[in-house]
């Protein structure tokens, strides 16, 4: 008997109310999206289930993309049977059969949706493991801890046999919460601040600041490795490539040489915001973790924020560094993170940084240099990218970045 079905439990967005069709429908278009390459597929939606009708794809596979899909609490392979129950014990039956080997266990978890359904769940529970126990050798009862667990859902229009679960990715649907400018450095952190942001819904676009000839093409190609990696989990994201070499040799010249890692930090954050109103943004989100660097004290957050209002999101504001390359390897990020190609905050990092920068000292030595124009000028000569990328504009997209050279 082969699976038909694939049916998606929404979790979270399960205790949303009035507006719970709109992140519904934001995770139905996210998994057509991740699920794009399986075309026979059929999808139907409730205020509490997902239906994915398999028309013949391989449930396992599709099952595979699914897992990343925020948004998911859990899902199960099914079979679709008549509400009948003759149709349903003898279903239940042969799934069984299917996987269980001498001296497991099971236990039946029927869930009666429609109660116009004669029998009740616990009835549907003896029913249905009586008719197993039967049929089978060596399968016993654990209604506590079973290797199988037979999931039995009575619909209006079907019932849905299932033994196979899987966990989900957790979390909102992305884009349910709005969007948010990532500002992407290559490093471990940033990255992982971009999936964290995902996972509560927001819809991210990565800025990242290119100082060519200090930086190289490799490091260039590691963060676009990163934004296709961070499409796994949402969808298509838009790569920002800031031209900044001209502004950071100027922060070099001009700025006192313990201050110039803050006005790296301001102009930057100047950029993203100026990029963030142009694409609708509401918020930015950044990769520091308290602490950390010299970079990310209090007193350099302070300094730093002062160029903008725009709320600043840092998911990994309170985790050690241990805490978050776990998570960069969990989604396959650390070992790109961790190519030695240097980016534009490295390759400039000063001997002695002050880590309890003034704000008023900030102000007055870049109140002696012009900055606007050049932060204008790296604005308008910005390349942006469209992750997944297509393969017929590949040729203009390499055309660009040698003009950034």
Same mark, same amino acid.
């Given at each position: 008997?082969? /699976?038909?079905?694939?049916?998606?439990?929404?979790?979270?967005?399960?205790?949303?109310?009035?507006?719970?069709?709109?992140?519904?429908? =934001?995770?139905?278009?996210?998994?057509?999206?991740?699920?794009?390459?399986?075309?026979?597929?059929? /999808?139907?939606?409730?205020?509490?289930?997902?239906?994915?009708?398999?028309? $013949?794809?391989?449930?396992?596979?599709?099952?595979?993309?699914?897992?990343?899909?925020? $948004?998911?609490?859990?899902?199960?392979?099914?079979?679709?049977?008549?509400?009948?129950?003759?149709?349903?014990?003898?279903?239940?039956?042969?799934?069984?059969?299917?996987?269980?080997?001498?001296?497991?266990?099971?236990?039946?978890?029927? !869930?009666?949706?429609?109660?116009?359904?004669?029998?009740?769940?616990?009835?549907?529970?003896?029913?249905?493991?009586? =008719?197993?126990?039967?049929?089978?050798? $060596?399968?016993?009862?654990?209604?506590? =801890?079973?290797?199988?667990?037979?999931?039995? *859902?009575?619909?209006?229009?079907?019932?849905?046999?299932? #033994?196979?679960?899987?966990?989900?990715?957790?979390?909102?649907?992305?884009?349910?919460?709005?969007?948010?400018?990532?500002?992407?450095?290559?490093?471990?952190?940033?990255?992982?601040?971009?999936?964290?942001?995902?996972?509560?819904?927001?819809?991210?676009?990565?800025?990242?600041?290119?100082?060519?000839?200090?930086?190289? *093409?490799?490091? !260039?190609?590691?963060?676009?490795?990163?934004?296709?990696?961070?499409?796994?989990?949402?969808?298509?994201?838009?790569? =920002?490539?800031?031209?900044?070499?001209?502004?950071?040799?100027?922060?070099?010249?001009?700025?006192?040489?313990?201050?110039?890692?803050?006005?790296?930090?301001?102009?930057?954050?100047?950029?993203?915001?100026?990029?963030?109103?142009?694409?609708?943004?509401?918020?930015?989100?950044?990769?520091?973790?308290?602490?950390?660097?010299?970079?990310?004290?209090?007193?350099?957050?302070?300094?730093?924020?002062?160029?903008?209002?725009?709320?600043?999101?840092?998911?990994?504001?309170?985790?050690?560094?241990? *805490?978050?390359?776990?998570?960069?390897?969990?989604?396959?990020?650390?070992?790109?993170?961790?190519?030695? /190609?240097?980016?534009? #905050?490295?390759?400039?990092?000063?001997?002695?940084?002050?880590?309890?920068?003034?704000?008023?000292?900030?102000?007055?030595?870049?109140?002696?240099?012009?900055?606007?124009?050049?932060?204008? !000028?790296?604005? *308008?000569?910005?390349?942006?990218?469209?992750?997944?990328?297509?393969?017929?504009?590949?040729?203009?997209?390499?055309?660009?970045?040698?003009?950034?050279?």
């Amino acid at each position: 008997m082969q /699976y038909d079905h694939i049916l998606v439990r929404y979790g979270e967005m399960s205790l949303k109310g009035k507006n719970r069709k709109h992140f519904i429908n =934001h995770l139905k278009n996210n998994i057509k999206l991740a699920l794009s390459s399986f075309s026979s597929l059929e /999808y139907t939606a409730n205020r509490d289930r997902l239906f994915i009708k398999l028309n $013949g794809e391989d449930g396992e596979k599709v099952a595979e993309k699914l897992q990343t899909v925020f $948004g998911i609490q859990s899902f199960s392979l099914a079979i679709r049977t008549k509400s009948d129950i003759e149709a349903i014990k003898d279903t239940a039956l042969q799934a069984v059969k299917q996987l269980y080997k001498n001296g497991d266990t099971f236990k039946v978890s029927a !869930k009666r949706a429609d109660k116009s359904f004669p029998l009740t769940s616990d009835q549907l529970n003896y029913e249905i493991g009586r =008719h197993i126990l039967i049929h089978t050798d $060596g399968l016993k009862v654990d209604v506590h =801890h079973p290797d199988i667990n037979v999931r039995v *859902e009575v619909r209006p229009h079907a019932t849905y046999i299932m #033994c196979k679960d899987f966990k989900g990715a957790g979390g909102l649907p992305v884009g349910s919460s709005g969007k948010a400018m990532l500002m992407l450095s290559g490093g471990i952190d940033s990255p992982v601040a971009g999936y964290l942001s995902m996972k509560r819904g927001l819809e991210i676009e990565a800025i990242h600041f290119f100082s060519p000839p200090y930086t190289n *093409e490799r490091a !260039k190609q590691k963060v676009m490795d990163l934004v296709e990696k961070l499409t796994e989990f949402g969808g298509k994201i838009v790569l =920002h490539i800031v031209p900044f070499t001209e502004i950071q040799v100027t922060i070099q010249q001009k700025i006192l040489e313990n201050y110039t890692m803050t006005s790296t930090r301001r102009m930057m954050l100047k950029i993203a915001d100026e990029i963030r109103k142009k694409r609708g943004a509401l918020a930015i989100v950044t990769g520091e973790s308290l602490g950390q660097v010299a970079s990310q004290t209090l007193e350099s957050m302070y300094a730093i924020n002062e160029v903008t209002t725009t709320p600043i999101l840092r998911p990994l504001i309170s985790m050690d560094k241990n *805490e978050i390359i776990e998570i960069a390897e969990k989604i396959d990020t650390f070992e790109i993170s961790n190519r030695p /190609y240097e980016d534009c #905050c490295t390759i400039f990092t000063p001997a002695s940084p002050k880590t309890k920068p003034k704000r008023e000292k900030i102000l007055k030595l870049e109140s002696y240099v012009d900055f606007q124009p050049l932060i204008q !000028k790296a604005i *308008e000569e910005t390349v942006s990218i469209e992750f997944p990328r297509k393969h017929d504009i590949q040729e203009k997209i390499e055309e660009d970045f040698e003009n950034l050279l």
